[in-house]
């Protein structure tokens, strides 16, 4: 019952997927990135006289590009909070560990509850029979048959 929790935690808190490398540039492609306003020419340095295009890029929506940015903030913010608390988890593992290795380790012979009842029971012989002598010899020379 307890493996499939302990299974699941641990698949969960595997490190997350690491961000991929940025491609290499492809040819042709603008070398900078160049803002382009509604009313307003385009840029000289994409286009030739003729209106045709010197370099190739992709014109994406201003909303869909702030967008991007508020989910690229979103998923650092998840992944640091995630690393937290993967540490968090982490701790509790290793402390879980120590308690089940701390409890699997043999238990000391004079630890053993059998070893502790027989010393008990060998002690109280031990104390009533150092009593009983005391009583009997006090008795013994109390008497006047010591002398």
Same mark, same amino acid.
């Given at each position: 019952?307890?493996?499939?929790?302990?299974?699941?935690?641990?698949?969960?808190?595997? %490190?997350?997927? %690491?961000?991929?490398?940025?491609?290499?540039?492809v040819?042709?492609?603008?070398?900078?990135?160049?803002?382009?306003?509604?009313?307003? $020419?385009?840029?000289? &340095?994409?286009?030739?006289?003729?209106?045709?295009?010197k370099?190739? $890029?992709? $014109? &994406?929506?201003?909303?869909?590009?702030?967008?991007?940015l508020?989910?690229?903030?979103?998923?650092?913010?998840?992944?640091?909070?995630?690393?937290?608390?993967?540490?968090?988890? %982490?701790?509790?593992? %290793?402390?879980?560990?120590?308690?089940?290795?701390?409890?699997?380790?043999?238990?000391?012979?004079?630890?053993?509850?059998?070893?502790?009842?027989?010393? #008990?029971?060998?002690?109280?012989?031990?104390?009533? #029979?150092?009593?009983? $002598?005391?009583?009997?010899?006090?008795?013994?020379?109390?008497?006047?048959? #010591?002398?």
């Amino acid at each position: 019952m307890i493996g499939a929790p302990l299974f699941l935690g641990m698949a969960l808190a595997s %490190d997350p997927i %690491d961000r991929p490398a940025a491609p290499n540039p492809v040819d042709g492609e603008c070398h900078k990135v160049l803002p382009i306003t509604k009313g307003k $020419a385009l840029p000289q &340095v994409i286009v030739e006289p003729p209106g045709v295009a010197k370099c190739s $890029a992709v $014109a &994406v929506p201003l909303s869909q590009f702030s967008d991007l940015l508020q989910t690229e903030k979103w998923g650092v913010a998840i992944q640091s909070q995630y690393k937290i608390e993967t540490s968090r988890l %982490d701790m509790e593992i %290793d402390w879980y560990k120590n308690k089940l290795e701390q409890s699997n380790q043999p238990v000391p012979w004079l630890e053993k509850p059998a070893t502790q009842r027989w010393l #008990g029971r060998i002690e109280t012989i031990v104390i009533v #029979g150092v009593v009983t $002598a005391g009583l009997g010899t006090t008795y013994y020379y109390s008497s006047g048959a #010591g002398r």
